[in-house]
């Protein structure tokens, strides 16, 4: 089984940072893609942040130049760094990540979702 861990949300004032972490753990052959997803009240569901399968980043256009992903590979981890927040970033974030857990077996997994509320 593989699970998928996020943490790091809470509250915080407009133009504060945060940063968000989510650890994969379990049978993981093989990670192709991993990165955010975000909820609002309301909305769908938009990515965020995500590392793509040939190794570069995308980022959702209102995020671009605030928001920056990494990752550490070794302990299969990405991270979200969120500076400048507005109110309207306010979401529950959902880390997700495409893998192989045996060499012909993917799937898609999601973690639990942490909530990141910007307000005064």
């Known amino acids: 089984q593989v699970q998928l861990v996020e943490s790091g949300g809470g509250l915080v004032q407009p133009g504060g940072s945060l940063r968000l972490s989510c650890a994969a753990s379990g049978s993981i052959f093989h990670i192709v893609v991993m990165g955010w997803y975000r909820q609002a009240l309301g909305k769908e569901r938009e990515l965020v942040a995500t590392f793509n399968s040939g190794g570069g980043t995308n980022y959702a256009d209102s995020v671009k130049g605030r928001f920056t992903i990494s990752r550490d590979n070794a302990k299969n981890t990405v991270y979200l760094q969120m500076n400048s927040l507005k109110p309207e970033d306010t979401a529950v974030y959902y880390c997700?990540?495409?893998?192989?857990?045996?060499?012909?077996?993917?799937?898609?997994?999601w973690g639990q979702g942490t909530q990141v509320t910007v307000s005064t």
């Open positions: 997700q990540s495409r893998l192989y857990t045996h060499r012909d077996s993917w799937g898609d997994y």
